[in-house]
């Protein structure tokens, strides 16, 4: 199961995702999006954390739809 939590100045939602490795070792990627700027992307031993800076005060859905996981702002 993931775990979220919202931080302030600046805005960031933040979704970590424990038992979760990735092969994919990029720090961030870069979002063209009204509401998203940046994905960042943490590597632990015992998760992966994804950091997306926001702007403004979306609404943010993170839903595990049959093993994906997926993350809308709006």
């Given at each position: 199961?993931?775990?979220t939590?919202?931080?302030?100045?600046?805005?960031?939602?933040?979704?970590d995702?424990?038992?979760v490795?990735?092969?994919?070792?990029?720090?961030?990627i870069?979002?063209?999006?009204?509401?998203?700027?940046?994905?960042?992307?943490?590597?632990?031993?015992?998760?992966?954390?994804?950091?997306?800076d926001?702007?403004?005060?979306p609404?943010v859905?993170?839903?595990d739809?049959?093993?994906?996981?997926?993350?809308?702002?709006?």
């Amino acid at each position: 199961a993931f775990k979220t939590m919202t931080l302030d100045a600046p805005p960031r939602y933040v979704v970590d995702l424990p038992g979760v490795t990735s092969a994919d070792r990029r720090g961030s990627i870069a979002v063209t999006s009204a509401v998203l700027s940046r994905v960042r992307i943490g590597h632990d031993a015992d998760k992966v954390r994804l950091v997306l800076d926001i702007s403004g005060a979306p609404t943010v859905d993170v839903l595990d739809v049959g093993g994906t996981l997926r993350i809308r702002l709006k």
